[in-house]
């Protein structure tokens, strides 16, 4: 079994559907990867194109188990002041198996930007996700 590091990189999104009809959104995204969890910081006042930029590091090995343990899950939220929760606006799962595997052959592999749709509660889509991947193999 080989180990390493599955860097995210959350770019923006576009054409969200808004869910906060008075102000622009105050987005942020939860990426979960197994049992790991990160959260975005808040694209405060971004409305339904948010631009985040930032990296996230998982551990993650190859062979792991089943197939539903290669699922990178992004759930976007919008903060929301006037109720006491926040809000889900919606979200896009890539599986990264074939990533990881690609990785732990050959030490290293990227995954260049790209958009992945964003499905909404009542499993319609709006708007997409840009996110960049990459895996290392751990020495």
Request: net charge positive.
């Amino acid at each position: 079994m080989a180990d390493g590091i599955l860097e995210v990189m959350l770019i923006e999104a576009k054409g969200l559907k808004n869910m906060d009809f008075a102000v622009k959104m105050n987005t942020y995204v939860v990426i979960e990867y197994g049992n790991q969890k990160h959260t975005s910081s808040v694209a405060k006042g971004k409305g339904t194109k948010p631009v985040w930029n930032e990296k996230f590091k998982f551990k993650a090995e190859y062979p792991g188990g089943e197939d539903h343990k290669y699922m990178l899950h992004f759930r976007i939220m919008n903060t929301h002041k006037i109720l006491d929760h926040d809000v889900f606006v919606g979200q896009s799962t890539i599986y990264v198996k074939d990533l990881i595997a690609l990785g732990t052959e050959t030490g290293k592999v990227e995954l260049r930007s790209a958009k992945y749709r964003v499905v909404l509660q009542d499993k319609t889509y709006a708007g997409e996700i840009s996110v960049a991947l990459s895996f290392s193999k751990n020495q």
